[in-house]
């Protein structure tokens, strides 16, 4: 049950958990910025299990998500923290910002339409397109900047890594700090599933250049 999981996530935002990121893991970037103040959040995040990439979604992202075009948007704030259904709920009716309503329903549907998703069996794409969905009805509200993208493994973050680098006539840099020719990098890429040190690198990478 992703439930569960609820207590490793409050570790994990409290920083008393990291998290490694694996070959086979699934990977999601998410950027959520207050439009009114420029304050935000964002980060990478590995998920070794399916279990952990629902319950951070149900627990951790969609809660996040709409107290922060809620209560956040008053406070200027972008709120992140781990929160159940009741939790969430609560939070919404207590402090009865204009559009609350629309915000509960909103999360409600949501979390019907996820919880729909991880009772079938398990299909990488529908949650892709899950979390696409959320982002782009997020984006159409002006004060809250919403980006998530859900990739399939470190290999392809990579690639969408490396195709950056040459869109933006940077490639000479990502070949810097790897100290390796294109070609190496798509080679490294390919066969990184037993190279720890690389994996870790590649986060350090992820953070500085935003793709």
């Known amino acids: 049950m992703s439930k569960n999981l609820i207590n490793f996530w409050e570790k994990w935002i409290d920083g008393e958990d990291d998290i490694d990121v694996t070959a086979d893991g699934i990977i999601l970037k998410y950027s959520m910025i207050n439009r009114k103040s420029n304050d935000g959040v964002k980060d990478w995040v590995c998920f070794n299990s399916k279990e952990k990439l629902f319950s951070f979604i149900k627990y951790l992202l969609l809660p996040s998500i709409q ?52 009772n079938n069996e398990y299909n990488f794409e529908s949650i892709r397109s899950f979390i696409n969905k959320i982002s782009s009805e997020v984006n159409i509200h002006e004060d809250t900047f919403l980006e998530l993208h859900l990739f399939k493994n470190i290999k392809s973050v990579g690639n969408l890594l490396i195709k950056q680098y040459e869109d933006d006539n940077m490639l000479d840099i990502l070949e810097s700090k790897f100290e390796l020719s294109k070609d190496e990098i798509e080679d490294l890429f390919e066969r990184i599933d037993n190279n720890k040190f690389m994996l870790k690198k590649i986060l350090v990478l992820l953070n500085e250049k935003s793709i």
């Open 67 to 118: 107290i922060t075009r809620s209560v956040g948007i008053r406070d200027s704030e972008v709120y992140l923290d781990v929160c159940d259904y009741d939790k969430t709920i609560k939070l919404l009716e207590t402090f009865k910002i204009n559009g609350y309503e629309q915000a509960i329903g909103d999360y409600k549907r949501w979390l019907e339409e996820i919880e729909v998703i991880e």
